[in-house]
């Protein structure tokens, strides 16, 4: 009795997801998969690596991510993730066990497979949690990831530095880990339901209810629309479906400002995944002559704990984001701007790995706030839109700076004009969103001075003008 008590209760699927998380997340290869690629073990030059290889992952995870995104709702989650961590594993043995450049773009397109389906690992925990538990099982989720990458950074430093493993042997050590995290998959609970395609009986509670709308995002009524559905998928509930997400899609970005904060979503990650992606091409340009490559793994854990604890005293701070955060996005992504100047021009290895803590420090800060503000009125499925919609801005963006500016048919540029083009991009953004941030401030306190002097030729109240 009292396993089935525990085994019905939301702490069961929550546990098991973020076991599922952690594992999936600790890769103690990853700051050093260019050193790796490049060394004896791959033989693969920095060229390949970067103008023929890496592409692929762009490419494979815009192919893919609006099919996975439909089939995670309508396959009800669980597959998909239990899909994941196939996808993960063929990756990582491929890298171990595959050589030439086809073979890695092989491996590519399923790591972009894997990267896609990162949908399905948030998406599941609402579907099995009541709303009132969403906010603490997405920060049990989301932090035992961050816990991942962190001890998979911290773990690859240690084995690297110490030369207690190969690159080989770390690689079956993550597959170890990989298949420990498919085990745990595969003992995820079944939801019953999804947000769009299977939806509660109307006489049930939905994410949707006792949700605050936005006035300009949709009313009460489209709420009524969400629930009155039925469990059942046929192919005129399935086109019932896609055009309520359609009429919801327009809808949300009626709103003015929510589509201001989502354009700088869409751009700045775009500008972020690009960085991230090469920037371990950046450092061996910095240092051709000497080892820094073995403190990879440090730099990747000291930036993604300085990262998470800047998103988490975000939550902190009073602001009235509404009026100032478009300045706040502006004048942060110009100081990224700066940073990724200072690591493509000044050729000191610290210089980039200090450059790229900060640059990451601001986009976790500011990508917070963006997401803050975008859900603080929308219900649970009109944000899981949002979230998708957004993120294919930011890769079909990625994929077109990709195929021009690194992929070998394009112009194949070397990783510093690449980086001055990053780097100029954020400039861009710098400009654009603190103009309009002025602006807003601008038009802000000049409604606040006409609300609080009323015209002086506006006629005297009809009481007043008796006496």
Not at 34 to 57: A, C, H, M, R, S
Not at 350 to 373: D, E, H, N, S
Request: hydrophobic content about 45%; glycine content about 6%; overall charge neutral.
């Amino acid at each position: 009795m009292e396993c089935y008590r525990w085994r019905s209760d939301w702490r069961y699927p929550t546990t098991l997801l973020c076991i599922y998380g952690f594992f999936s997340t600790v890769k103690p290869l990853e700051p050093f998969i260019i050193p790796y690629l490049t060394g004896p073990d791959k033989n693969l030059t920095t060229e390949q690596v970067n103008n023929q290889i890496f592409p692929v992952w762009t490419y494979s995870y815009l192919a893919v991510l609006v099919p996975v995104f439909l089939l995670t709702d309508w396959l009800r989650y669980k597959p998909v993730v239990v899909f994941q961590c196939v996808s993960l594993f063929i990756t990582t043995a491929m890298l171990l066990w595959m050589e030439s450049v086809p073979a890695m773009q092989a491996m590519q397109f399923f790591y972009g497979v894997v990267t896609a389906s990162e949908v399905a690992y948030f998406s599941y925990i609402y579907s099995v949690v009541d709303v009132k538990r969403y906010r603490k099982a997405t920060s049990y989720c989301r932090s035992i990831q961050l816990l991942g990458y962190t001890v998979g950074s911290v773990l690859g430093q240690l084995l690297v530095s110490f030369n207690l493993m190969s690159y080989n042997n770390i690689l079956v050590f993550t597959l170890v880990l990989t298949a420990i995290a498919l085990l745990t998959s595969c003992l995820l609970p079944m939801p019953q339901q999804s947000m769009f395609f299977h939806r509660r009986h109307t006489g049930q509670k939905t994410a949707t209810e006792g949700t605050k709308r936005h006035s300009s995002v949709g009313g009460t009524g489209d709420a009524a629309e969400h629930t009155r559905g039925s469990n059942s998928v046929g192919a005129d509930n399935c086109s019932k479906v896609l055009l309520q997400v359609w009429r919801d899609f327009r809808q949300c970005y009626a709103s003015r400002q929510l589509l201001y904060w989502s354009v700088w979503w869409a751009m700045a990650t775009c500008g972020y995944n690009q960085t991230v992606n090469y920037v371990q091409v950046l450092w061996e340009h910095a240092q051709p002559s000497q080892n820094f490559s073995i403190y990879n793994g440090g730099v990747e854990a000291v930036s993604n704990l300085l990262g998470a604890a800047t998103a988490y005293g975000i939550g902190f701070t009073e602001v009235r984001w509404e009026q100032w955060g478009e300045l706040a996005l502006g004048g942060f992504s110009g100081l990224g701007a700066a940073s990724l100047f200072l690591m493509t021009f000044i050729g000191n290895i610290w210089v980039c790995y200090a450059g790229y803590v900060i640059f990451k420090c601001l986009y976790m800060l500011l990508i917070t706030i963006a997401m803050y503000q975008i859900a603080a009125d929308l219900s649970m499925e009109r944000y899981a839109l949002v979230f998708g919609a957004n993120n294919f801005g930011a890769l079909a963006l990625q994929t077109i700076i990709t195929s021009v500016v690194v992929d070998s048919r394009g112009l194949g540029l070397g990783i510093i004009p690449q980086f001055t083009i990053y780097a100029s991009y954020f400039s861009v953004i710098a400009v654009v969103f603190s103009l309009r941030g002025v602006f807003t401030i601008w038009r802000a306190q000049r409604s606040s001075k006409e609300s609080t002097f009323p015209d002086k030729n506006e006629p005297p109240d009809s009481d007043e003008h008796r006496l």
